[in-house]
């Protein structure tokens, strides 16, 4: 299966704990994207990298959270100080340049629990 | 900014019977419209999508109009199964920008037998 994948697919973590998630897009695909879903809601933007540049940050995404996409392929989220607010799914997806019409494919997600 | 609001569920039909989720968006320019399915323990997949006023996105039996003069994308299925019990998020992408997808808030559609 060549689809999005995502590692860890759950992780618990004390409050003000770090914590790193993975994403690793469908190979060749050069834009990813970094959402957050909580409870009942739909999937909120986070960031975006085209090849390994960051281009657009959400005002969500809080000094704590940081990514990385070092060499155009897969890319990391981390969260630092973890707080109970942070709880959520954290999904990846990716799209290849020459979609006209922005589809993107998703990965199965990250899922947060701080305590 | 780019905004969805989607009709709000949860959602329960009998098998076989019509189904509208309604769907509207607020956007500057020329956004691609687009539905995504979540089936119980699965990621995202998109259902269907389109690009420009009138376009018609269909798939497996979905269809979806995009209605530029009523800021719309409802999605419709003439008869729904069991199988196509699942949470559904209206979404869109602005045109010209990072093509970051806004998404609607998800409706839960449960189909009985």
């Known amino acids: 299966d060549t689809g999005v994948s995502q590692n860890p697919r759950h992780k618990i973590t004390k409050r003000g704990q770090n914590v790193t998630f993975r994403c690793d897009p469908i190979?060749?695909?050069?834009?990813l994207y970094w959402y957050r879903q909580t409870l009942g809601q739909g999937p909120e933007f986070l960031t975006y990298f085209q090849n390994e540049a960051q281009l657009e940050k959400s005002r969500l995404l809080s000094d704590r959270f940081s990514a990385e996409r070092p060499k155009g392929s897969f890319s990391t989220l981390e969260i630092q100080r973890t707080e109970q607010g942070d709880s959520a799914m954290y999904l990846c997806?990716?799209?290849?340049?020459?979609?006209?019409?922005?589809?993107?494919?998703f990965g199965p997600g990250t899922r947060l629990t701080v305590t | 900014g780019d905004s969805v609001t989607q009709m709000e569920g949860p959602v329960t039909l009998s098998e076989e019977a019509f189904l509208t989720i309604n769907c509207t968006y607020t956007?500057?320019?020329?956004?691609?419209l687009f539905w995504y399915v979540q089936y119980p323990g699965e990621g995202l997949q998109l259902l269907l999508k389109a690009t420009k006023a009138d376009d018609k996105g269909s798939n497996k039996g979905f269809e979806a109009t995009y209605r530029k003069e009523t800021t719309s994308f409802h999605l419709e299925k003439g008869s729904v199964q069991v199988s196509d019990s699942a949470v559904y998020f209206c979404?869109?992408?602005?045109?010209?920008?990072?093509?970051?997808?806004?998404f609607g808030q998800g409706t839960r559609l449960t189909i009985n037998p």
């Open positions: 979404a869109l992408s602005a045109y010209g920008g990072a093509q970051k997808l806004v």
């Open positions: 190979s060749e695909h050069n834009r």
């Open positions: 997806a990716s799209s290849p340049t020459s979609a006209t019409s922005y589809e993107q494919y």
């Open positions: 956007a500057t320019g020329y956004p691609s």
